[in-house]
């Protein structure tokens, strides 16, 4: 039973045959979350607003057709979930084919390689073979921003969650990334400036902690990698997190 404010409506329902009782409005996703439940993600996290972006968190409710995502689906009274069968893996791994079909597959030289989301949810859905080929638009040659002194962005690694777009509007409010263009030409991009440095980016690293990828790295992991042991705190300037990392 999640904690809920004094006034809040309890809702009860079954995920993966366990009783959760959450308030009203919460999610499937963080239900089941909070009942110890952990459904495959990409554009969702802890702190931003849901999105509904990747189809990854799809689930299975009883006598309602289709597969709504859990991200972005209330829970409701008497609701019965299913969040693991053998469909909803194939759907998943579908997703996280057309999700690799563009993207470059250099994962044991890059930066992220072991800490990276994409990286773990392929392998969380088991999938080993991509029917569609590799020649998203995205493996073209596409310019890397690293006109930031602290991070770099390689639009080549990007899967287009918007993670760093909400982060950069709802954790920051600084509204300096956007996203351009539709499907396979859909990128992120600075808003209405050339690159990250001539942006209202000010550096505030919450792209980069949003990043599932490591479109958006830190300019310091790619010269000498993810250190072993990291202190986060946080002061009221801006609510990031400010990372001391140790060696
Ligand atoms: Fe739900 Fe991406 S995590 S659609």
């Given at each position: 039973r999640a904690s809920a404010l004094p006034d809040a409506r309890m809702v009860t329902l079954t995920i993966d045959g366990a009783t959760v009782e959450v308030p009203e409005g919460t999610s499937i996703m963080r239900a089941a979350a909070?009942?110890?439940?952990s459904i495959p993600k990409l554009c969702a996290t802890d702190n931003l607003e849901a999105f509904g972006s990747c189809r990854?968190?799809?689930?299975?409710?009883?006598?309602?057709?289709?597969?709504?995502?859990?991200?972005?689906?209330?829970?409701t009274p008497g609701m019965v979930v299913r969040t693991q069968?053998?469909?909803?893996?194939?759907?998943?791994?579908?997703?996280?084919e057309l999700y690799i079909s563009?993207?470059?597959?250099?994962?044991?030289?890059?930066?992220?390689?072991?800490?990276?989301?994409?990286?773990?949810?392929?392998?969380?859905?088991?999938?080993?073979?991509?029917?569609?080929?590799?020649?998203?638009?995205?493996?073209?040659?596409?310019?890397?921003?690293?006109?930031?002194?602290?991070?770099?962005?390689?639009?080549?690694?990007?899967?287009?969650?918007s993670r760093c777009v909400r982060a950069c509007d709802e954790v920051q409010g600084t509204f300096a990334l956007t996203v351009e263009g539709r499907g396979f030409d859909s990128v992120i991009a600075a808003s209405q400036s050339e690159d990250f440095l001539s942006s209202e980016c000010v550096s505030c690293g919450a792209c980069v902690q949003a990043c599932p990828t490591s479109a958006l790295i830190e300019k310091s992991v790619e010269?000498?990698?993810?250190?072993?042991?990291?202190?986060?705190?946080?002061?009221?300037?801006?609510?990031?997190?400010?990372t001391f990392r140790a060696e």
């Open positions: 909070l009942g110890g439940t990854v968190c799809l689930v299975e409710v009883e006598g309602r057709a289709g597969y709504p995502a859990s991200c972005t689906t209330p829970v069968s053998e469909r909803l893996t194939q759907l998943r791994r579908g997703v996280m563009d993207h470059p597959l250099d994962c044991l030289t890059c930066s992220a390689n072991g800490d990276c989301e994409l990286q773990d949810v392929a392998g969380a859905v088991g999938l080993r073979d991509v029917r569609y080929g590799y020649e998203g638009a995205n493996h073209l040659a596409a310019d890397k921003d690293e006109s930031n002194p602290y991070f770099a962005f390689d639009p080549t690694k990007c899967i287009v969650c010269a000498i990698g993810t250190p072993d042991r990291a202190v986060v705190t946080t002061c009221a300037y801006c609510g990031v997190g400010c």
